[in-house]
């Protein structure tokens, strides 16, 4: 029997990831399971060729952790005020190789996340970090489509 007890779930507080919550939280129910909440903001040094100086960057950082643990706080509040089987974490770095990081040294059994399904120019400057999940992950990840879901819905309407 496939013992699910810690999901992690990857939000970058867009419309699609809250589209992803309902799986989220009917897997967790189902198998009592705690939900890690992760969120990741992208390392600003990443984007730095040129130079600029360190204090600023050390400053806006820490501006947009303060930020992201109030989102963090606001998501808790409107969706997790019921659920108590919660971990949160925001961290900073590559998103796709946190989630697997964190996936790894946390012991998640299953990763719940959507895709944004982007095309042409947007996936070839922002890559796919569900697509390096899924290929770097050691534990299944359950990837939703939140576009798909949509259509599903107004075509059921």
Do not use: W
Not at 114 to 132: C, E, I, M, P, Q
Request: hydrophobic share 40%; with cysteine; proline share 3%.
């Amino acid at each position: 029997m496939i013992t699910i007890k810690r999901i992690l779930y990857p939000i970058d507080f867009s419309e699609c990831s809250y589209d992803v919550l309902p799986y989220v939280l009917s897997m967790a129910e189902k198998f009592e399971a705690t939900v890690y909440l992760l969120y990741v903001a992208r390392d600003l040094r990443h984007f730095a060729g040129f130079h600029v100086p360190h204090t600023s960057i050390s400053l806006f950082t820490k501006e947009l952790v303060d930020a992201s643990e109030r989102m963090m706080d606001q998501v808790c509040r409107d969706h997790f005020a019921q659920y108590t089987n919660l971990e949160r974490k925001v961290k900073i770095g590559d998103a796709g190789e946190e989630i697997v990081r964190t996936a790894e040294r946390e012991g998640i059994d299953l990763i719940v996340m959507g895709t944004h399904g982007r095309k042409g120019l947007d996936r070839t400057l922002f890559g796919s970090v569900a697509g390096y999940v899924v290929k770097h992950s050691s534990v299944p990840v359950l990837t939703v489509n939140p576009y798909r879901l949509r259509q599903r819905e107004q075509g059921a309407a």
